[in-house]
């Protein structure tokens, strides 16, 4: 049998669309990449700038001159080391709660078989279309009865009774594990807590480690939970520090874009350290399901 030929004209006009496809596709995500990261540029080139050069006109986007010291002389306006120790007692806190919360209620609607399983998952899974906004004023009463209130607690304790979305996700990425190796296990006299500690969480390390940076960046830049909660200003995070800027009548957005700019380093590194495990759990997650 012969194969059919391809005439070069032909092979030619193949290849020329295929050159044009990935020219065309490296433009838009150039122009598109561009678009996100000029907003930080301009962050970065703001922060450099002396006051009275930051609403020049016309706008300039290289500073004048590269004030530095604008870095070091933001972070003192106000007592951004004891905000700093607060965001991360408040985000290593809710980071370490989502992850433990979460995974055991996800193992229990992954791996353990009961009555009424289904109905339960999709009950939290409706939980998902409440917005927020609806459970601001009842959350906030309950705190305020239990005396909670000017506490870091409201903004520590939620993270320890689960989050609807972090369990979905743990639980679509357990269902990808065979299920062979629990029956391995329990013939081996491993109970669920060996199964889940010692089989399911070393190979959930992708999903664990999405779970874990969407906490930490959600609690790190949080700013509505602590505006509500926190009336002291030692209590105050970093968001509630970097609104402390915003002055009636003046704010010196130069010091307010470094200080920002400091803030974004523990997210920035915690992403680029993490992204291939981050990627990856994201990526896998709803592979599996029965």
């Known amino acids: 049998m012969q194969t ?22 490296y433009v838009l995500l150039l122009g598109l990449s561009i678009s996100f990261i000029l907003p930080f540029l301009w962050m970065v080139s703001t922060s450099l700038k002396l006051s009275q050069d930051v609403f020049t006109y016309p706008p300039s986007f290289f500073p004048n001159s590269f004030e530095w010291t604008n870095y070091p002389k933001g972070w003192r306006v106000l007592p951004f080391n004891t905000f700093l120790i607060n965001s991360l007692i408040v985000t290593l806190s809710n980071v370490a709660g989502n992850v433990l919360s979460c995974s ?5 609607f992954a791996r353990l078989h009961g009555r009424g399983r289904n109905f339960l998952f999709l009950l939290l899974l409706a939980t998902l279309m409440i917005p927020r906004e609806v459970t601001i004023i009842p959350r906030f009463l309950m705190f305020s009865a239990a005396g909670l209130t000017n506490t870091l607690w409201p903004l520590v304790l939620p993270a320890w009774f689960g989050y609807a979305f972090f369990i979905f996700l743990l639980r679509q990425f357990f269902m990808g594990i065979p299920i062979d190796l629990d029956h391995s296990a329990r013939i081996d006299g491993a109970n669920n807590w060996q199964i889940l500690t010692q089989i399911i969480l070393p190979l959930s390390q992708p999903a664990l480690a999405s779970v874990a940076i969407f906490a930490f960046i959600g609690n790190w830049s949080n700013l509505l939970d602590p505006l509500i909660y926190l009336r002291s200003t030692e209590l105050y995070t970093l968001a509630l520090g970097l ?8 704010t010196q957005f130069n010091l307010l874009m470094a200080v920002s700019i400091i803030t ?19 990526s896998l997650t709803g592979m599996g399901g029965r």
């Open 4 to 25: 059919p030929m391809v005439y070069p004209k032909r092979q030619l006009g193949i290849r020329g669309r295929a050159i044009a496809t990935k020219v065309i596709t």
């Open 104 to 108: 055991l209620v996800a193992f229990g």
């Open 264 to 282: 974004l380093i523990p997210v920035l590194l915690m992403f680029f350290f993490s992204q291939k495990l981050f990627v990856q759990g994201v």
């Open 243 to 250: 609104n402390l800027f915003r002055g009636q009548n003046f």
